[in-house]
């Protein structure tokens, strides 16, 4: 069972900024971040594919940076820039092991548990 160690998030004003770390005990080829708040459903931010191709939701781009920073996706950093209080959220990281689409979070086989987010007016 592959396991998924999320650090960093915590509370931020807006206009700040915060890191997001997940570690991988076994290579994925596809890393991503997911958020959700309550009553939503969990939407994806950030993808990250084997090779370095990275991809974004609308709602972050520009601001928001997803890299590798270990050999074979082991970790991989969310660098989070510019928040508004709407990026408020649990953060979640998933991996897969083959190509997945970020917006279909039921297709990654393995989650974090989740670190909060939240950005005040």
């Known amino acids: 069972q592959v396991q998924l160690q999320e650090s960093g998030g915590g509370s931020v004003q807006a206009g700040g900024s915060l890191r997001l770390s997940c570690t991988a005990s076994?290579?994925?080829?596809?890393m991503a971040w997911f958020r959700q708040v309550p009553g939503k459903e969990r939407e994806g931010v950030a993808v990250?594919?084997?090779?370095?191709?990275?991809?974004y939701a609308d709602s972050v781009k520009g601001r928001f940076t997803l890299s590798s920073a270990a050999e074979r996706n082991l970790v991989v950093i969310l660098e989070m820039h510019s928040l508004k209080p709407e990026d408020t959220a649990m953060y979640y990281c998933?991996?897969?092991?083959?190509?997945?689409?970020?917006?279909?979070?039921?297709?990654?086989?393995?989650w974090g548990q989740g670190t909060q987010v939240t950005v005040s007016a």
């Open positions: 076994e290579y994925q080829y596809t």
């Open positions: 998933a991996a897969a092991p083959g190509w997945e689409d970020f917006s279909r979070a039921r297709s990654f086989r393995y």
């Open positions: 990250f594919y084997t090779g370095g191709r990275t991809y």
